[in-house]
């Protein structure tokens, strides 16, 4: 089995269920030893198994990217670097929805929690992963991002504001790092069934929209170590 990944460490947030699952097993197909972030370790355990089952490896890490302790994420890339030596990864593929409510009705908790999961982490996770990843002999980064930012919609502006806040973040690191081997883009799936869609749409039939697995093929091909790109939104596209 061909595994241009060999010898890579990748972190994976939102590892435990729909597209973070999948693109893990992906990598880890590949060759990446996959360090997996969610909150729930019941599900963290699922990806593990599916990862051992294609033959590659994993570390779970337990932890809620906006929970009392989300300093902590400081400490991810120099831990992984001590434990492992190196890290060539970030895929950031967490992410909150919120309440689906007019812009005015929207809580300080839903907010908190927006802002903690699509913009704080994303900084925190780039401040941490920044060294590792430029040491790296083709470092790669990829955040999983929305059509959203772009298109505007009735009840869904928390979101679409904390991801475009996220994606400014994103870019302006692009632009820091473009004289450096490390690449830097963000990742469009499109309708995808995830637990976030089916919040979204508790009506919409799962089996009727792109699956995860489908999607994750080409989320990790950004990981790679011959992608040129950086600084670019790329969509999904079968």
Not at 77 to 97: K, N, Y
Not at 200 to 221: F, H, K, N
Request: aromatic share 6%; hydrophobic share 45%; glycine share 10%.
């Amino acid at each position: 089995m061909d595994r241009p990944l060999k010898g890579q460490v990748a972190l994976v947030t939102g590892a435990s269920r729909g597209i973070g699952a999948a693109l893990a097993v992906a990598l880890a197909r590949r060759g990446a030893h996959c360090v997996l972030v969610a909150r729930t370790h019941g599900g963290l355990e699922e990806t593990d198994d599916a990862i051992r089952a294609a033959g590659g490896s994993a570390t779970l890490l337990p932890f809620d990217l906006a929970g009392k302790e989300a300093d902590k994420i400081d400490s991810f890339g120099p831990s992984l670097v001590e434990r492992f030596g190196r890290l060539d990864i970030l895929a950031h593929v967490a992410g909150a929805l919120g309440s689906l409510t007019p812009i005015a009705h929207i809580q300080p908790r839903d907010w908190t929690q927006l802002v903690g999961v699509n913009m704080t982490a994303t900084w925190r996770l780039i401040r941490t992963c920044d060294p590792p990843l430029r040491a790296a002999p083709a470092g790669r980064a990829v955040f999983v991002t929305t059509g959203r930012v772009q298109r505007p919609k009735p009840f869904w502006g928390p979101y679409g504001a904390t991801k475009a806040g996220m994606e400014h973040m994103v870019k302006t690191w692009a632009l820091e790092v473009e004289n450096t081997p490390l690449r830097v883009n963000l990742f469009d799936p499109g309708v995808v069934a995830t637990k976030m869609r089916a919040q979204a749409m508790p009506g919409e039939d799962p089996s009727t929209v792109t699956q995860p697995e489908e999607v994750a093929p080409a989320l990790a091909d950004l990981c790679m170590p011959a992608e040129a790109r950086n600084g670019e939104t790329v969509p999904f596209s079968r």
